[in-house]
């Protein structure tokens, strides 16, 4: 079955790096574009970032532009997401997240991972 | 940025009772080639990922009960219960994919009363 995976979370300093990576099985990955959305503690959600199915375009939110950068390895069916100069407003969990349908470039969610958890703290 | 709006925030509902939840875009999310609206619903039930209830408005997703229904022009959205179970409780969110940044809305927790 259509599977997303996410890992690479943890607790990091203010300032410092991490990459999430979001790993999927069932469906032919480099078919489909792919999104991060995270979510702040007992907050609402927030789209984060989408590549396309190719990797060929990326697109950012606001918050995080110039800071995370999305990629994808289609040989190994890897999403990742590189978070630089993490702020504690970065603390969340974060969802991977397939657009509906093959070679779209808009299309609705589905399915989610079942999220990493980031905590940016000293 | 889109913003979307979503009322009401908190909505407690008795059982067997039915349930409104709206949103507003502050722009048009028709698409300029179709005219299908780019915006979707999502239930997260608690301790839960976000699961995808309602497309382009007025669709509904694979396994979604029939009692869920969406509807909504090129800025007003709503999505609606008919008779809600105890089984709907959780946070609602729209999100709007007309333009990037795609932005959701603030999300409405329903509760059972």
């Known amino acids: 079955q259509v599977q997303l995976v996410e890992s690479g979370g943890g607790v990091v300093q203010p300032g410092r790096s991490l990459r999430l990576s979001c790993a999927a099985s069932?469906?032919?990955?480099?078919?489909?574009?792919m999104h991060w959305v995270r979510q702040a503690p007992g907050r609402g959600l927030e789209w984060v970032a989408f590549i396309w199915y190719d990797g060929t375009n990326k697109y950012y939110g606001d918050s995080v532009k110039g800071r995370f950068t999305i990629s994808r390895d289609n040989s190994k069916d890897i999403l990742y997401l590189h978070m630089n100069n993490l702020k504690a407003a970065d603390t969340g969990v974060y969802y991977c997240?397939?657009?509906?349908?093959?070679?779209?470039?808009?299309?609705?969610?589905?399915?989610w991972g079942q999220g990493t958890r980031v905590t940016v703290s000293s | 940025d889109i913003v979307m709006t979503q009322t009401p925030l908190s909505l407690p509902v008795t059982p067997g009772e039915p349930a409104s939840i709206s949103c507003r875009s502050s722009q048009s999310l028709l698409d300029s080639h179709d005219g299908s609206p780019h915006l979707d619903w999502y239930l997260q039930k608690t301790g839960q990922s976000p699961q995808l209830l309602i497309y382009?408005?007025?669709y509904r997703a694979s396994g979604v009960p029939d009692r869920f229904s969406g509807s909504g022009s090129a800025t007003d959205f709503t999505l609606k219960i008919s008779r809600v179970e105890a089984e709907d409780v959780g946070v609602y969110y729209c999100l709007q994919r007309m333009a990037f940044p795609y932005t959701f809305g603030q999300g409405t927790k329903l509760e059972i009363k």
């Open positions: 069932g469906f032919i990955f480099s078919s489909y574009g």
């Open positions: 382009r408005s007025s």
């Open positions: 997240a397939r657009v509906s349908r093959q070679w779209l470039l808009t299309g609705w969610f589905d399915p």
